[in-house]
């Protein structure tokens, strides 16, 4: 059975997992906890490059961190970012979702409603991850969307157009509880939501956020799971004071 095709089977069974990663070792510790897909995001713009969005991010930068997830992800199927810009024709979507195919990604994500675009990677077999709701690559800002209702409206339809054109499953990002649930309660294939309630049928978070690592990034919708930030400063500190002391490297981790 095909990876997507297990994730599809998991609709109202068994709950979704999704995190994301975009090298070998954070890869390598993801895929034995044995979550489901592994996302390579361009979310990588802000957590590994250090940008305020994922606007500027490119193809080659995408490229470059799926071979290296990939190198780690053992079983777990990869979704590789299609980043913006990189699939507004048919041509340019299946050239680019190709190279991340060849690159180590098992399925890509496209942001909106690109319906021409998923519709050709679908029947052409490269299964395709949905994403609506809150679009970081073309937000002016970032903040719920759906509370209005002609804008519920919309993003119902969206989709129920992606369920249509044939994705394998999609992110539901930043959407009031209400909307998901009926989302997902409307749609064939799987939700996974990030900012969109407990109804969705998975959950994805940036594992960056749920770690802990940026004391200042704390928005209403991550859950911090673990103080990776604390975590590395106490351990740097301790390092610093042991060298200081001469108490670092002590026998034990000295050739002789
Ligand atoms: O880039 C990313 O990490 C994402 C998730 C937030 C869904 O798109």
Same mark, same amino acid.
């Given at each position: 059975m095909s990876f997507q095709e297990r994730i599809r089977?998991?609709?109202?069974?068994?709950k979704i997992i999704m !995190?994301?990663?975009?090298? /070998?070792?954070?890869?390598r510790i993801l895929a034995r906890t044995g979550i489901d897909l592994i996302l390579v995001g361009d979310s990588l713009a802000m957590v590994v490059q250090g940008r305020s969005d994922t606007k500027s991010v490119t193809m080659s930068d995408m490229i470059y961190h799926i071979k290296a997830a990939a190198r780690g992800a053992e079983n777990t199927p990869i979704i590789g970012d299609l980043p913006r810009d990189s699939c507004n024709s048919v041509e340019d979507g299946l050239r680019n979702a190709k !190279?991340?195919?060849?690159? *180590?990604?098992?399925?890509?994500?496209?942001e909106g409603k690109k319906a021409e675009v998923i519709k050709a990677l679908a029947s052409?077999?490269?299964?395709?991850? *949905?994403?609506?709701?809150? !679009?970081?690559q073309t937000a002016e800002s970032y903040h719920v969307k759906g509370k209005k209702p002609e804008e519920a409206e919309q993003i119902l339809q969206d989709a129920r157009a992606l369920d249509r054109l044939g994705v394998f499953s999609m992110v @539901?990002? $930043?959407i009031p509880e209400d909307l998901a649930k009926m989302i997902t309660e409307t749609v064939d294939v799987p939700t996974i939501g990030i900012g969109a309630g407990?109804? $969705? &049928?998975?959950?994805? @978070? =940036?594992?960056? &956020?749920? @770690?802990? /690592?940026?004391? &200042?990034?704390?928005?209403?919708?991550?859950? =911090?799971y673990a103080n990776f930030n604390k975590a590395t400063k106490d351990a740097v500190s301790k390092f610093i004071e042991e060298v200081f002391e001469g108490k670092f490297p002590d026998d034990e981790h000295t050739y002789h």
């Open positions: 089977q998991k609709k109202g069974k068994e !995190l994301t990663a975009y090298d /070998f070792q954070m890869a !190279l991340f195919i060849k690159a *180590g990604a098992h399925g890509v994500k496209i052409g077999g490269i299964p395709v991850m *949905g994403h609506i709701g809150m !679009l970081p @539901l990002e $930043c407990k109804y $969705c &049928d998975g959950q994805v @978070l =940036v594992t960056n &956020d749920m @770690l802990g /690592f940026d004391d &200042d990034f704390k928005p209403k919708y991550v859950k =911090v």
